[in-house]
Structure formats: C-alpha cells, structure tokens
C-alpha cells in the first residue's frame, strides 16, 4: 500500500485501500493484510485505535488523531474479520512490498 519516493502513497491512500480490501470481502473471514506502513500495522498490533476511541479520538499528545473519518471505517471493517497484519519492508527491493505496491496503483489507476 505504499512504495518509495517521490512515488510514495500516502496515508489516506493506504488507508482507503485497506477499507476498500477489506469491504469487498464477503462474511466473516480470516484476512492477512500486507503492509509496509507502520502508520497502520502499528495502530491494530499495539491497538492505539482502543485509545483513541476511549480519549475522544486525540493521541498521546492530546491532538486530534488524522483521517479519523477512515479509521473509524477501517475499524468497522476489522470487526467484521479475523484480521492479521503483516509488516513488510518498506524497500525497493523487498518483493512483497513491490507486489502490495502494484496492486494498489493498479487498483487506483482502475
């Protein structure tokens, strides 16, 4: 869901792509999403989201937590899955992260 500079994804982009993943699958399923973006995989490993939803969304720091409106999407969506999240390497030369990468582009490209 994102790659290197300057070609790089940003978060809304990554995630939008986890809630639009994630919706499009059917049921109640085990899901492994991919991803190279901390930003994320660290909100459900270390469940920051739990936080924020009992702080009034603000973070440690006490300021409003970004892209509330898809966090509380992508929540959502979690809750509908067994959801697993990996961590990949955010390397040019790390194969799964070329392949996440490709598959979002082509997914925004349409």
Not at 11 to 28: D, H, N, S, Y
Request: aromatic share 8%; proline share 2%.
């Amino acid at each position: 869901m994102s790659g290197a500079e300057p070609q790089t994804t940003n978060q809304r982009m990554e995630l939008t792509a986890a809630v639009e993943g994630l919706a499009a699958i059917p049921g109640r399923r085990r899901v492994h999403l991919h991803s190279d973006s901390a930003y994320i995989v660290n909100c459900f490993r270390d469940r920051w989201w739990e936080r924020w939803e009992q702080n009034g969304w603000k973070n440690s720091q006490k300021q409003s937590v970004a892209n509330r409106d898809l966090w509380e999407r992508l929540i959502a969506q979690t809750r509908r899955h067994d959801v697993i999240w990996h961590k990949v390497a955010g390397h040019a030369d790390d194969a799964l992260n070329n392949r996440v990468d490709a598959l979002a582009r082509g997914a925004i490209a349409g």
